[in-house]
């Protein structure tokens, strides 16, 4: 299994670009989610999917967007970067033990710069 | 909302110090707790868990018991390698989200 991949590892952009993140998995999990890591602030939830076609918004869903047309795929979309968004994103999947989400997988995550 | 609330850093020990990473958290009903370390260049791996009240997750010497009544689920190594080294995240997932405190970073010295 390859577990959760992102591509790219690395991106720069100028203000107003768009661009998606790609996020896929193969271990059937049906939860899966975006994170950006900010220096000194953790991890902060973007968007989140329970399942295909189902979507919901997390802490700082502001200037992106996502989709869930699969169990597999999960892509992030910035519509029009901003430097505030200069961040390094994470992707992670996730399955139900007892009627709760459990541990986490994470992919290796895509450094972003926005010029 | 719910929020997680981790001991700033960064922690600097020698090589068979003891290790205690303080974490606290905010949530309704009945969350479950995580501490997560992160590698230079990384993702994040799960360390340990716990699901409910009174439980102690443990996984590589560490550890780390859920304390409802003080809302704390704190992390505890006895004897600290220089492998040890890395950023260690609490966190929680209460009803279909998660959520990560800040961080901490360990220095492990030889």
């Known amino acids: 299994n390859a577990g959760v991949t992102q591509t790219p590892k690395f991106q720069v952009l100028k203000t107003g670009q768009s661009m998606t993140l790609q996020c896929a998995q193969d271990m059937n999990h049906e939860y899966m989610s975006w994170y950006r890591q900010d220096p000194g602030m953790g991890l902060r939830l973007i968007h989140y999917s329970v399942g295909a076609g189902i979507t919901d918004q997390g802490e700082v869903p502001n200037g992106y967007n996502v989709s869930r047309s699969t169990t597999e795929d999960f892509p992030l979309r910035l519509l029009s970067a901003a430097p505030s968004q200069t961040s390094v994103y994470f992707c992670?999947?996730?399955?139900?033990?007892?009627?709760?989400?459990?541990?986490?997988?994470f992919g290796p995550g895509t450094r972003l710069t926005v010029l | 909302g719910d929020s997680v609330t981790q001991m700033e850093g960064p922690v600097t020990l020698s090589e068979e110090a003891c290790l205690t990473i303080?974490?606290?958290?905010?949530?309704?009903?009945?969350?479950?707790l995580f501490w997560y370390v992160q590698y230079p260049g990384e993702g994040l791996q799960l360390l340990l868990k716990a699901t409910k009240a009174d439980d102690k997750g443990s996984n590589k010497g560490f550890e780390a018991t859920y304390r409802k009544e003080t809302t704390s689920f704190h992390l505890e190594k006895g004897s600290v390698q220089v492998s040890d080294s890395a950023v260690y995240f609490c966190?929680?997932?209460?009803?279909?989200?998660?959520?990560f405190g800040s961080g901490t970073k360990l220095n492990v010295k030889p």
């Open positions: 966190a929680l997932y209460n009803f279909n989200k998660f959520y």
């Open positions: 992670a999947s996730s399955y139900k033990v007892g009627g709760s989400y459990n541990e986490q997988f």
């Open positions: 303080n974490c606290t958290y905010t949530a309704t009903g009945y969350p479950s």
